[in-house]
C-alpha cells in the first residue's frame, strides 16, 4: 500500500484512524479468538495439520469453515463442500454491494485485497462509523486498522487450535464454548427487526431440516433467511409505490 492508499499523505498504518479501527476492534477481539481457537481444534481432528494450516490461512472464514469440514471429513461431494461454502458465505456479496460507494474508486488489486480480509464484525464497526456511503481520507486506515486486528485476533488462536488440537481433551467442551462465543457475534449483527426475523427463521429452519445428510441443514437454514430477508426487504418498497 503506497500513499494514495490512505486517500492523503500518510499510509493508512500511520493515520490515526487506523488506530481507531484497531481498538475498536480489540473490544471484541476476545470472542472472535474464542471461535478462532475452537475452528482450529475441529480442522484439526478432520483434516490434519497441514490441510489445516492451509485452509485457515487461504480461505479465512469461520462459519465456511466449520460449515465444510465435517463434510469433507464424511467424505461428502465436492460439489456439497462447495455449495456449502458458498451458500454459507453469500452475506459477503451483500457486504461488497455495501462497501461499493466507499471502495470502488481503488485500483483492483487493492479491492481483491480488501475482500480477502473482510470480515462480518469490521463490516459491522465499518458501517456504524460511517453511515454516509461517499468516500473519506479517513475510511481505508480505518479499515486495515480493524482488518489488521481480526486478522490476528482469528489466525493466532486458529493456529494455536491447530497445533495443540490433538492435546485438546475432547470433555473440555470447546464445541459448548465456541457456541457460545458465535452467539455473542451473532448478537452484534441483529441491529432491527429484518435482522431478528431472518435470523429466526433460520434457526427454525436449521432444526427442522436436522434431519437431511451431509449438514445439508445450514444450506436449508441460509436459504430461508436469505429469502425471507429479501422478502422483507422488498415488502416496503411495494407499500410505497402502492
Not at 465456511?64 to 461431494?77: K, M, W
Not at 451483500?94 to 485485497?113: D, G, K
Request: aromatic share 10%; with cysteine.
Amino acid at each position: 500500500m503506497n500513499q494514495s492508499d490512505a486517500g492523503g499523505t500518510l499510509p493508512p498504518w500511520r493515520h490515526p484512524a487506523f488506530r481507531t479501527g484497531a481498538r475498536e476492534m480489540l473490544s471484541i477481539a476476545p470472542g472472535i479468538s474464542a471461535w478462532g481457537l475452537v475452528t482450529g481444534v475441529a480442522m484439526v481432528k478432520a483434516l490434519g495439520v497441514p490441510l489445516s494450516l492451509l485452509m485457515s490461512m487461504v480461505v479465512f472464514a469461520g462459519s465456511a469453515q466449520l460449515a465444510s469440514v465435517p463434510l469433507i471429513a464424511a467424505g461428502a461431494p465436492l460439489w456439497v463442500v462447495w455449495a456449502t461454502a458458498l451458500c454459507v458465505n453469500l452475506r459477503f456479496v451483500i457486504f461488497s454491494a455495501q462497501w461499493r460507494p466507499y471502495f470502488a474508486h481503488l485500483p483492483l488489486a487493492q479491492r481483491l485485497r480488501l475482500g480477502y480480509f473482510t470480515a462480518d464484525l469490521n463490516y459491522v464497526l465499518f458501517m456504524r462509523r460511517f453511515p454516509q456511503p461517499r468516500p473519506a481520507p479517513e475510511q481505508l486506515p480505518y479499515f486495515w486498522g480493524g482488518a489488521a486486528t481480526n486478522w490476528l485476533a482469528w489466525q493466532v488462536p486458529s493456529v494455536a487450535g491447530i497445533a495443540l488440537g490433538e492435546r485438546v481433551p475432547t470433555h473440555w467442551g470447546l464445541g459448548f464454548a465456541g457456541t457460545l462465543a458465535l452467539l455473542g457475534l451473532l448478537q452484534t449483527l441483529l441491529s432491527d427487526r429484518a435482522t431478528w426475523v431472518a435470523a429466526a427463521v433460520a434457526g427454525c429452519a436449521a432444526v427442522a431440516a436436522y434431519a437431511l445428510p451431509l449438514r445439508l441443514n445450514i444450506v436449508v437454514a441460509i436459504a430461508a433467511a436469505v429469502a425471507i430477508g429479501l422478502l422483507m426487504e422488498q415488502l416496503p418498497r411495494q407499500r410505497r409505490r402502492a
